[in-house]
């Protein structure tokens, strides 16, 4: 299958993946709330918008699109029965249940925000013949939008628990709260600045990817504790 090349295209392939699982598959959850996001950025990168949110609205399409196939990628090795990406495999493996929906979305967050992020930047820093730093302010205007989306999709699966949290739902909420989107997106930064500083040093850089990549998902298996 062919990546996306818009954000148009790449709503149209999550809105496919949404439409055919079961809603209370965790990879839908994850998948569910990743569209709710991807729609915000694309009302605002849609061309008439008269957004004044990015300074480079056309990279910041890139890269959201980079970025998303970064998960499209993920989840059609999955469906395909190929082996997904370390960070991706915690999420897929532990899908099928056993756990709060909010896990799945924060697990899912975390493997894609610190571990896919800094590559999507990356590589459209060098398809476009930028700096890191040229797409910096736009990368922490992307902070604004991704909190208030992610503040009310946390709320609402939290509030599904409400008064039945007890002694052994209330250690896996306690954690999952502790997750931070903006700590990470600050990781994922300095992660975009060493792979930026290691792209041609091809050894030293794809060791610390498999690294990067075993460590994200060592920290979203433990997002996904069973309740």
């Known amino acids: 299958m062919s990546q996306p090349a818009t954000v148009d295209e790449v709503l149209t392939r999550m809105r496919e993946i949404d439409a055919g699982l079961s809603p209370d598959d965790g990879v839908a959850v994850f998948n569910r709330m990743y569209l709710t996001v991807t729609e915000r950025i694309g ?4 061309p ?3 957004s004044t949110t990015f300074r480079d609205a056309e990279t910041m399409a890139e890269l959201d699109v980079r970025f998303a196939n970064l998960w499209l990628t993920a989840h059609d090795a999955d ?3 190929r082996p997904v990406p370390s960070a991706w495999r915690p999420l897929f493996e532990g899908r099928a249940g056993g756990r709060l929906p909010v896990q799945y979305a924060v697990a899912g967050m975390n ?3 610190e571990h896919d992020l800094p590559l999507a930047v990356v590589d459209t820093c060098a398809a476009r013949g930028l700096e890191p730093e040229d ?3 736009d990368y922490e205007a992307v ?5 208030q989306v992610e503040s009310g999709v946390r709320r609402s699966f939290l509030s599904s628990v409400g008064r039945t949290v007890d002694d052994r739902i209330g250690p896996v909420v306690h954690l999952v709260s502790s997750w931070n989107i903006d700590k ?3 990781l994922s930064w300095v992660t975009v600045q060493t792979l930026w500083a290691l792209r041609r040093t091809r050894l030293l850089r794809d060791r610390v990817l498999e690294s990067l990549g075993d460590t994200v998902g060592m920290t979203s298996r433990v997002l996904l504790t069973p309740c």
Do not use: K, P, T
């Open 135 to 137: 797409v910096h302010a």
């Open 143 to 147: 902070n604004d939008v991704l909190a």
């Open 184 to 186: 990470a997106r600050d």
């Open 48 to 50: 008439g918008a008269g």
């Open 79 to 81: 469906a395909a029965g």
């Open 111 to 113: 493997s894609h925000i």
């Open 43 to 46: 009302a605002i990168l849609e």
